[in-house]
């Protein structure tokens, strides 16, 4: 079962977050060999969808960033959106690993 991790992202602004994955156990989950990706959608059901752009820091240790430019921020309209974080090993085998919902809040200064 994937971890809940809700996030907030301001429009027309760079956006990072830190990750530590863990397994159900809260055990950290070694990365290393694992590809990672992460994405969020207006809800479950859109067939558009934003990707995060993903980067290891510490494969042992678990922990990754998922990122979006301000570009893309600014393309997003606010409001509440779904997303989550999935690893897959070489063979295929996925595992979604976090789950939750994104606010986004309206810029002012553009």
């Known amino acids: 079962m994937a971890t ?4 907030t992202i301001d429009q ?3 956006y990072t977050e830190t990750l ?3 397994d159900s156990t809260g055990t950290v989950v070694d990365l ?3 590809t990672i990706t992460a994405s969020m959608r207006k ?3 859109s067939v558009t969808k934003t990707d995060f752009t993903t980067a290891t820091v510490s494969a042992t240790a678990g922990t990754c960033t998922i990122t979006l430019t ?3 921020t600014a393309a997003l309209n ?3 959106y779904v997303w989550d974080f999935v690893t897959a090993t070489s063979g ?3 595992t979604r690993r976090i789950e939750g919902q994104v606010t986004i809040t309206p810029s002012v200064t553009r």
Do not use: P
Not at 4 to 7: L, S
């Open 43 to 45: 809800n479950h059901l």
């Open 92 to 94: 295929g085998i996925k």
């Open 20 to 22: 530590t994955v863990k």
């Open 78 to 80: 606010e409001g509440r």
């Open 32 to 34: 290393t060999g694992l």
């Open 12 to 14: 027309d602004a760079d």
């Open 4 to 7: 809940i991790q809700n996030i």
């Open 70 to 72: 301000d570009t893309v």
